[in-house]
């Protein structure tokens, strides 16, 4: 058993989820497009959830990394709202399908299998975001115990406009400027001085 049949399956099974959704590809399919058997299949993976929350390691895993190094407050909270819709950005060039396949499953019915599997990665997006909150909560007073609130707004500005800017790029890297981040904080950040 190589390594390179562990990755073709990785990469099959997220192409798949990717364009049809988790609930729409079975096994047998996932193991057919991969080139190999359903016995190797379930050699490195066990089943398909356990395939999905591999895929969801191995990708997600960097990508919180790297949003935890954005959301550190250094005492302005629009650099640091900047610097973490830049890291999901750049992320989302480098990792597409991916991305979009997070959004998909972060907004999937909370008691789906593949929510389950993604929860996780949603509760430390969602603690590391409302972590800058938490640290601004000094220099914004008008916070008031709302730091859960403001972090899951800003979560799903950024995430929906990635949503919604890849339907117009379909297969394509999604790009998305430094200008329209600073454009989306500057909104964001209006509502929540208003």
Known sequence: MSVDNRERI??????????????????????????????????????????????????????LEELRWACA??????????????????????EPKFSLLFVALYYSARENEAYQAVRPLVHRLQQDVEGIFQAAAADLGNMNGRQKQFSLGFIGLVLVYLMMKSDRREGKVIEISREEIEALVHQFMHGIYS
């Open 73 to 94: 407050y250094h005492g302005e909270l629009k650099d640091t709202l900047c610097e973490t819709a830049a890291a999901v950005a750049a992320f989302a060039r480098r």
């Open 10 to 63: 990785l990469e099959t099974a997220l192409e798949l989820f990717y364009s049809r959704g988790y609930d729409a590809v079975g096994v047998q399919e996932i193991a057919e497009k991969s080139g190999v058997t359903k016995p190797t299949l379930y050699y490195y993976f066990k089943s398909k959830y356990g395939l999905l929350e591999q895929l969801l390691e191995t990708r997600g895993e960097p990508f």
